[in-house]
């Protein structure tokens, strides 16, 4: 499945670190691309351009997107909307279902309050929780829902990586693999 992930209203100074770690959760997921709704930020690629150059893995970070442009483009070649949001429906196993059938889901992260539009632009409106919550948490639990039920992938190294993480009980190792 082609998973891609819009970021809707960052704003550069106060959401930097947040929209940094959906980024960061995105590429651990596997996600194809990481869109950030209307403003430029050459920083957030940047961030994530010196991670994969150390890590490995991809993540492609497009900025100032026309996000309702690109979310009636996306439904016109056939794919899926899920807008995250504490006021959508409560997920369960079906929606997962339906969701895991579509070849392109994009998803839907907001910062500050979401315009109507995109409430009615998705193709599901779906809540982790109806209780004020972080966007990363929701963003979670829905990816991890999304994969099969083998979990080992998320321990796996990048390809490229010039790092790798030896786990420890009591430690941090880190190994030079170059």
């Known amino acids: 499945m082609h ?9 550069v100074i106060r959401d930097e670190r947040i ?4 980024a960061l ?31 490995g893995g991809e993540l492609n970070i497009v900025t100032k997107v026309d996000s309702l442009k690109y979310l009636k483009n996306w439904n016109l070649d056939g794919g ?10 409560r997920l369960d196993g079906n929606m997962i279902k339906t969701i895991k059938n579509q ?23 779906l ?3 109806n209780q004020p919550h972080s966007e990363l948490s929701a963003l979670t639990i829905l990816l991890y829902e999304m994969i099969d039920k083998n979990k080992d992938f998320l ?9 790798k993480i030896i786990p420890s009980k009591k430690s ?5 693999v170059e």
């Open 3 to 11: 998973i891609e992930i819009l970021r809707l209203g960052h704003r």
């Open 19 to 22: 929209t940094t770690h959906l």
């Open 25 to 55: 959760l995105s590429r651990l997921f596997d996600v194809k691309k990481f869109l950030v709704s209307e403003v430029e930020d050459k920083g957030l690629k940047e961030n994530i351009k010196k991670l994969t150059d150390r890590w």
């Open 80 to 89: 899926y909307i899920v807008h995250l949001t504490m006021y959508g429906q």
């Open 103 to 125: 070849k392109k889901v994009i998803i839907i992260v907001g910062s500050q309050k979401v315009e109507s539009t995109f409430f009615e632009i998705a193709d599901l409106n």
């Open 127 to 129: 809540s982790i929780g």
């Open 155 to 163: 321990y796996r190294d990048f390809k490229n990586s010039k790092h």
């Open 172 to 176: 941090k190792t880190i190994v030079n």
